[in-house]
């Protein structure tokens, strides 16, 4: 296969964009590298994630949502004191 062919460019691209693999070893290498990384990056943060939607789905069916009140101050209307430029505060008299 010549390089200078359209088949042969296209072959080129294939094998650069398959990051370097070429043969079986360095096929079996990226395999097995990529199970590795499965297993102990990718499903124990699915699993997490499952552990935390299943406490909130308990947590609200046990009825403690309810009793959970937000403690942030409210955010005052910057119309009412005049903090938006050109607007007076209006007072009622």
């Given at each position: 296969?010549?390089r200078g062919?359209?088949s ?7 094998r650069n ?9 360095n ?12 297993f ?6 699915w699993?997490?994630?499952r552990e935390?939607?299943?406490?909130m789905?308990?947590?609200?069916e046990s009825g403690?949502?309810e ?7 409210p955010r005052?209307?910057p119309?009412?004191?005049g903090?938006i430029i050109?607007?007076a505060?209006?007072?009622s008299?």
């Amino acid at each position: 296969m010549a390089r200078g062919t359209v088949s042969g460019r296209a072959a080129e691209i294939l094998r650069n964009t398959l990051g370097g693999v070429r043969g079986r070893q360095n096929a079996a290498a990226w395999v097995v590298a990529g199970t590795a990384a499965y297993f102990l990056w990718v499903r124990p943060e699915w699993e997490k994630q499952r552990e935390r939607e299943e406490a909130m789905r308990r947590w609200r069916e046990s009825g403690e949502a309810e009793k959970y009140a937000e403690k942030v101050a409210p955010r005052a209307d910057p119309q009412v004191g005049g903090l938006i430029i050109g607007q007076a505060p209006k007072h009622s008299n």
